[in-house]
């Protein structure tokens, strides 16, 4: 509602909006049908609505004080400044209305809640600015100043309302210096800060007013400097402490006796021991003021003050003139000694202060004045900025910053002196970025030369990681100056250096110095690469290796140093290999049986060769996979290099610090002279020769390969993903064939760390060169090269799957691993077992679209009938191995289980002719055996269409794999929502429900012909529920089809799982809710017809189930339970629909109607999810109302038409269940209305209060409908008088609230008062948001009674109780004044019930009009 009124009322003030402002004020006052703002007692109704401007007003000034979102706050000042006022005159209404307003807003900028703190200070700023600026009126902001007094009356008005802000202040900081804590409970900064803020930027200084009494501006503005310079001289001590989360200042610790009185005096927390510092926080409240640990106050009071107090600062230096611009139209307000030192104050504040959100919070106001100060024509001002940076640079080598804190704020600072204006960047870069990598250069890393003059005492000191090194300092400010946006281009330069330093750095000895350096290397990544996805989503939209080497030279020479380095050292991993197999950490390789498995840490890190892994090869792995692969290759191969050198030199672009960025941490190096030559143990050799080759991905390429071989899993799945963009995509396809092809020549030799390396390396290939928008002609090379490579290691890897999965070789039998098997595996179903989804879209050449679909089926086939079959069903590979697991086991089941599904659904036809031979009929095509096209024959013996159930059901009855049972049903659940039965007739229905139903029940539960164990983990349960919930909906089945005994004893057992008399875990609790839905209509086939007590035991079930689901429709229940409700509402009502249309089997048993109460709850229920808080569930009810009515509603408008349909036959029952829902929910109190009225008006709450967890809800709107539900019932039923009467009965329940709650307000206005309840502030007690709340359901439940009264004969006496009630509340002087929507509602309940009683009567159109915020969708 809010946000719906300040979008219309504000498009008129928002420039560039395509609504301009209106060439007059009036005119968005005559548009809105409002009358112009008056705040006399004469207010004129407006035209139409009669709604007055001096009433939004108000009421955007109550949005201000209340509304806990800030962009509704913004929204009503937006509109509050632009909006025209009625010129106030001193001592008029005008005045007065806003004396009180400033009397709420000084009380909320004394509130230690922000949100109140910043409500009070933009409520100051509006009165600011329209009154005492625009206006002239006085407005005493502080009467212990006698501002207002005659001696004050030659003070210009907005001198005085400043200085009035400024005591105030003045006041707060010396009671901060007496008692912090008592000043961080009673009297809070931050709120007053933010004002005094807001108030100098409202300050035109170069206007002729304020030039006209400069001196007293310039007064004011060195007193609020130097105020604002002791509140940090206060605090100060606080945030700088090296843990300031938990610091208390020493006065405080000498003086603990003294606090504790104070603590106790204020309430806030009752102290025995520290333990009462935390009991605390959880009964607290807001009459209390401040509780929480003391720790807590204090360091919240502190950094509050900081941040508000260097903005106060900023806005000093920077917007009133200074002596030091040259302006001779202005007088200066403000001396350049005074900003140098403002200037260095914040710079103090910046470099010494260690919460990261006080230093934080300093930073941007520091920058802005050091941009005022760069850009002064005062020298001294700009040289002060310069050693600002130059000391950010020297202070790292000598300060003691804690290592835990990134360096604290002196990495802000230096970004702060650099940004502050754009020549300042040009300026002081080069310089400063020279300092920081002269001090990273000495990483202290493990060379030969660091070793050998390394002393004794060096050593020493190299172990300690607890003492400030500078290096760490300034990586920490070189990596703030690498996140930094306005720093993008500049910064280019000095990215290469910045690598090698990053890369560098991993090698040092220091702990210390490897973290930062892997965070610059973080930050390094995120700059060239951007922001990393999931490798699924990935999209190689970066850039290619040619562009990063151009752009970096350098780096290309020195990647390939760390890779060679890299690669050494993974080779010294043979030197120590002792006579048994390296194993990697994971548990692949090669494994013997003649030597049991170590179990010492210190060898199993020298077995795996973890130790030998250099720092750096994992992010030079990341660099290298983060790059786009290229279409064609720019390498120079090894014949050609030296003929092409010198044509291609040209190409290399000199990047600034080039030179250095090598010659920093690592020898220089003359790629001209000095040949890079390494000799691997594939013996092939790298050349780096050449300008060219230096941009070519080919010496990487063989580098990373040697790391494919690695025995370590992680360094072979890193090295794969850095090899595929390597490769340029015109050789993709040959690349990957000979991969292949080299794991099928070589056999029994190749060691299985290097053949799983090898799939590893296929994989990324092909999900980089294939999956992302491939073109046709990689789509062709795939199938007609890639494919048949890939196939052909199935019988070498997969085959020998049927002989056990931890099955031994001797001799020169290949080992197969499951950690490989899986890896193919993954492979074969990534890419060929469904490979038609993405061949064939891109494939325009039919013929090869039709051979691919012909190799794809074949392949299908051979592996169902040749492989998988016969593997899924033998009782050795679905066994649990005995001890300890075997990496990959699970998965390669859970692989083999894919593939046999996806070659289930192959809809091809095995056609057995009669002379034996076969054929396949791939969709209208007819092929033989081999693959070669054939006539269509109708000389056919017979079709074979495989039955999978042998296979699935050995899968589901195995609980050692749940990952394939998972898999298994989810697919059969994917088949049942998009209505594929054929699959279930292949399978046999029969055979798959007692499996199903088995999963319903719990081990004591015999409901079944066949009793089966039910699965042991939950989430194959809920699947497998989910899915006999579906095929309940799908298929042809009644209660006589459904493998249970009996179908009531059978629901019972569901519900009794349900009513927690046992453990169910969530998600089959979930999916247990769903199948009831589905079995409501079985359930109603059950009792025989004219059976009426077996109907009457069926309708409490349904009765009870449908409270039930009402229940867990609450918003205080997880997220789960709402979502299991509302796909059991939309399969019950699709049930429902499927029923009444009567397209049941003539098979099926009638169902008997479901009973009215029922349907009335689970209407309830669609109403409350159509308002849910997750927009999941909302979206997803209203989604099936829109398919159901066949056009796009909303969520609200879905909500609308649920509830403005319901129009009941007037022969039908009465729907008593539904009104007393609506009634209860109008009437929304469970108790007195005496305590619900007290309990809203109380100031008091508790800390953590609980709120309504529905944050979407609109209660207003839900109540509007409510009403309007229940007149059309009253309407509908008016011929039955006891219903309407009953109806009519209750909503008086209404008007006796409303004249209770007045009762219960007038008696306690002086408790109110005393409470600091403002009765007679903006808008009144009935502003309260809870009360005003209560009111507005109470009146709507009025205007019900009137209209339900009429109706009824001997109810009029209600309609004059209304008359009574209503008159009361407008005429009350005690209450005044009223909020203007209950004004303006209580006026019209009295009206209408005046008219009502006239004639006896009250027309409906009357009754539903003014539902302002109904959008009545027809």
Request: glycine residues 6%.
């Amino acid at each position: 509602m809010g946000l719906r009124w300040l979008g219309i009322l504000s498009s008129f003030f928002t420039p560039g909006r395509p609504a301009q402002s209106p060439e007059s004020s009036m005119v968005p006052f005559e548009v809105a049908a409002l009358g112009a703002p008056n705040f006399g007692r004469g207010q004129l109704p407006a035209q139409g609505s009669g709604v007055t401007a001096d009433e939004i007003v108000t009421v955007l000034t109550q949005v201000l004080i209340d509304d806990p979102f800030d962009a509704n706050r913004a929204g009503a000042f937006e509109l509050l400044t632009s909006w025209p006022l009625v010129r106030a005159e001193d001592g008029g209404a005008a005045q007065q209305w806003a004396s009180q307003l400033l009397g709420r807003a000084l009380h909320l900028i004394g509130s230690t809640r922000a949100g109140e703190s910043e409500s009070g200070a933009l409520i100051i700023r509006w009165l600011f600015r329209k009154f005492v600026v625009l206006q002239g009126v006085r407005l005493g902001i502080d009467s212990d100043d006698e501002q207002v007094d005659a001696a004050n009356m030659d003070v210009p008005c907005d001198v005085l309302f400043a200085r009035g802000l400024l005591a105030r202040i003045s006041r707060c900081r010396m009671a901060a210096e007496s008692n912090l804590l008592d000043a961080a409970q009673h009297s809070p900064l931050h709120g007053l800060l933010t004002a005094v803020q807001y108030v100098v930027a409202e300050i035109d200084f170069a206007s002729s007013e304020v030039q006209a009494h400069a001196g007293l501006w310039r007064e004011w503005l060195a007193a609020l400097a130097q105020e604002s310079i002791d509140v940090t001289r206060v605090v100060l001590s606080v945030l700088t402490s090296a843990s300031p989360e938990g610091n208390i200042p020493a006065s405080y610790r000498e003086m603990e006796d003294t606090i504790d009185g104070i603590i106790r005096a204020a309430g806030a927390i009752e102290i025995s021991d520290a333990a009462s510092d935390i009991s605390s926080d959880d009964e607290g409240g807001a009459g209390n003021e401040p509780a929480g640990p003391r720790q807590q106050v204090i360091l919240s009071y502190c950094w509050r003050a900081v941040k508000e107090v260097s903005g106060v600062l900023a806005v000093v230096a920077t917007c009133p003139p200074g002596s030091d611009q040259s302006d001779e139209s202005q007088s200066a307000l403000i001396d350049s000694e005074l900003v140098s030192r403002i200037g260095g104050l914040l710079h103090t504040l910046l470099t010494s202060i260690r919460h990261r959100g006080a230093f934080s919070a300093v930073h941007p106001a520091f920058a802005r004045v050091c941009g005022r100060m760069f850009s002064s024509a005062d020298v001294e001002l700009n040289r002060r900025v310069s050693e600002w940076l130059d000391q950010c640079v020297d202070i790292a080598t000598i300060c003691r910053v804690s290592v835990t804190r990134r360096s604290a704020g002196w990495p802000l600072c230096l970004l702060a002196t650099l940004t502050c204006d754009k020549l300042a960047t040009q300026a002081l870069l080069p310089r400063a970025m020279d300092k920081l990598f002269a001090l990273a250069s000495d990483l202290q890393t493990d060379s030969e030369a660091d070793k050998a003059v390394a002393s004794d005492s060096e050593a020493a000191s190299n172990t300690d990681d607890t003492t400030d090194l500078p290096q760490v300092h300034a990586i920490n400010m070189m990596r703030t100056l690498l996140e930094d946006h306005t720093l993008a281009s500049d910064i280019v330069p000095y990215v290469e250096h910045a690598f090698v330093v990053a890369l560098t750095g991993l090698r040092s000895r220091r702990w210390a110095i490897r973290n930062v350096c892997s965070l610059l290397f973080a930050a390094l990544a995120r700059r060239v690469f951007g922001n990393s996805r999931g490798r699924e989503e990935t999209k190689y939209d970066g850039i290619t290796g040619r562009e990063l080497f151009t752009r970096f030279p350098g780096l290309h020479p020195f990647l390939t140093r760390q890779l060679e380095d890299a690669v050494d050292r993974l080779a010294e991993i043979d030197m120590v290999q002792d006579p048994v197999e390296i194993t990697d950490d994971e548990g692949q390789g090669e494994q013997t049986t003649a030597t049991p498995p170590l179990v010492d840490p210190a060898s199993a890190v020298l077995r795996t060769g973890a130790r030998f892994i250099h720092p750096a090869l994992y992010p030079c792995l990341i660099l290298l996979a983060r790059l786009q692969p290229t279409l064609a290759d720019a390498t120079v191969t090894r014949e050609d290099s030296a003929v092409n050198a010198d044509a291609e030199a040209g190409v290399v672009a000199e990047a600034p610090h080039a030179e250095s960025a090598t010659s920093a941490v690592a020898p220089p190096m003359n790629l001209d002279r000095e040949p890079l030559t390494r000799v691997n143990e594939r013996n092939s050799t790298v050349h780096v020769t050449s300008a060219s080759t230096m941009l070519s991905m080919y010496s990487f390429t063989e580098l990373v390969e040697l790391c494919v071989d690695s025995p370590v899993f992680k360094t072979r799945e890193m090295a794969a993903r850095a090899f595929a963009p390597l490769v340029p995509s015109e050789r993709a396809a040959s690349v990957v064939t000979s991969l292949l092809k080299g794991v099928y020549d070589v056999g029994a030799t190749i060691a299985a760390n290097s053949c799983h390396g090898t799939l590893c390396q296929v994989h990324e290939l092909l999900r980089v060169h294939w999956r992302h928008d491939c073109d046709a002609g990689m789509r062709r090379a795939f199938v007609m090269h890639v494919f048949p490579a890939l196939t052909a290691l199935w019988p070498i890897l997969v085959q020998a799957v049927d002989k056990g999965v931890t099955e031994d070789k001797a001799g020169e039998h290949f080992d197969v691993t499951d950690v490989v098997r899986h890896r193919y595996l993954v492979l074969v179903n990534e890419f060929a077992a469904r490979g038609e989804a993405w061949l064939l879209p891109g494939l325009g050449d039919l013929g090869l679209a039709r051979t691919t679909r012909v190799l794809l089926t074949r392949f299908r086939l051979t592996m169902l009938y040749g492989t998988l079959h016969p593997v899924l069903t033998g009782s050795h590979v679905l066994t649990q191995p005995n001890g300890a697991q075997v990496a990959g086991a699970y998965g390669t089941v859970e692989e083999l289980v894919r593939l046999f599904l996806a070659c289930v659904d192959d809809d091809a036809l095995t056609v057995v002719r009669d002379d034996g031979s076969v054929q396949l009929r791939i969709g209208s095509d007819v092929v033989d055996e081999h693959g070669s096209r054939m006539a269509a024959d109708d000389d056919v013996s017979s079709e074979v269409l495989y039955n999978p159930w042998s296979v699935l059901g050995s899968v589901l009855a195995n609980n050692s794999f749940y990952e394939a049972k998972l898999l298994v049903l989810e697919w059969m659940l994917e088949h049942a929502s998009h209505e594929r039965m054929h699959i279930f007739e292949r399978i046999g229905i029969d055979s798959l429900l007692p499996r199903l139903i088995a999963d319903t029940q719990i081990a004591s539960d015999d409901c079944g012909d066949l009793m089966l164990q039910p699965s042991r983990d939950p989430r194959v349960r809920a699947a497998a529920i989910r899915l006999l919930a579906q095929l309940c909906t799908r298929l042809e089945i009644d209660a006589r089809t459904l493998p249970v005994r009996d179908m009531v004893t059978y629901w019972d057992a569901i519900a009794g799982q349900l009513s927690g008399s046992v453990f169910c875990p969530l998600p089959v609790a979930t999916a247990l809710v769903e199948l009831q839905a589905a079995l409501v209509h079985l359930l109603l086939q059950y009792p025989e017809s004219g059976d009426s007590a077996a109907i009457s035991d069926v309708n409490q079930r349904t009765f009870a189930w449908a409270q039930q689901i009402y229940e867990w429709t609450d918003p205080e229940r997880a997220a789960p339970y709402r979502l299991a409700v509302s796909h059991a509402l939309v399969t019950y009502s699709a049930i429902k629909r499927y029923i009444e249309a009567g397209r049941t089997s003539p098979r099926q048993r009638p169902s008997a109607p479901v009973d009215a109460p029922s349907e009335e709850i689970m209407r309830l229920c669609y109403w409350r999810l159509l308002q849910d808080d997750d927009e999941e569930i909302r979206e997803y009810m209203a989604r099936s109302i829109s398919r159901r009515l066949g056009r796009e509603l909303s969520c609200d408008q879905a909500c609308e038409k649920l509830v403005l349909d319901f129009r009941p036959s007037s022969n039908s029952g009465y729907p008593h269940t539904y009104v007393r829902n609506r009634l209860r929910y109008i009437y929304g109190v469970d108790g007195s209305v005496k305590q619900a009225v007290s309990d809203a008006i109380s100031p008091g709450c508790a800390l953590f209060a609980h709120e309504n967890p529905n944050i979407y809800i609109d209660e207003p709107r839900n109540v509007q409908l409510a009403y309007h539900s229940l007149v059309t019932i009253a309407d509908i039923y008016a011929g039955t008088e006891d219903s309407v009467r009953e109806l009519t009965l209750e909503a008086a329940r209404c008007v006796e609230a409303l004249g209770e709650a007045r009762g219960v307000l007038v008696e306690s206005r002086k408790l109110m008062l005393e409470n600091g309840v403002v009765l007679n502030g903006v808008l009144g007690v009935t502003s309260v948001s809870a009360l005003f709340s209560l009111l507005q359901s109470w009146i709507l439940g009025a205007r019900l009674t009137v209209f339900a009264a009429t109706r009824v004969g001997d109810c009029s006496h209600l309609v004059d109780r209304v008359i009574e009630v209503a008159k009361s509340w407008v005429e009350s002087e005690e209450l005044q004044p009223l909020h203007p929507w209950i004004a303006r509602a209580m006026r019209q309940l009295g009206e209408t019930a005046v008219r009502a009683k006239e004639a006896s009567s009250m027309d409906y159109d009357e009754a539903v009009s003014d539902l302002f915020l109904l959008t009545c969708v027809e």
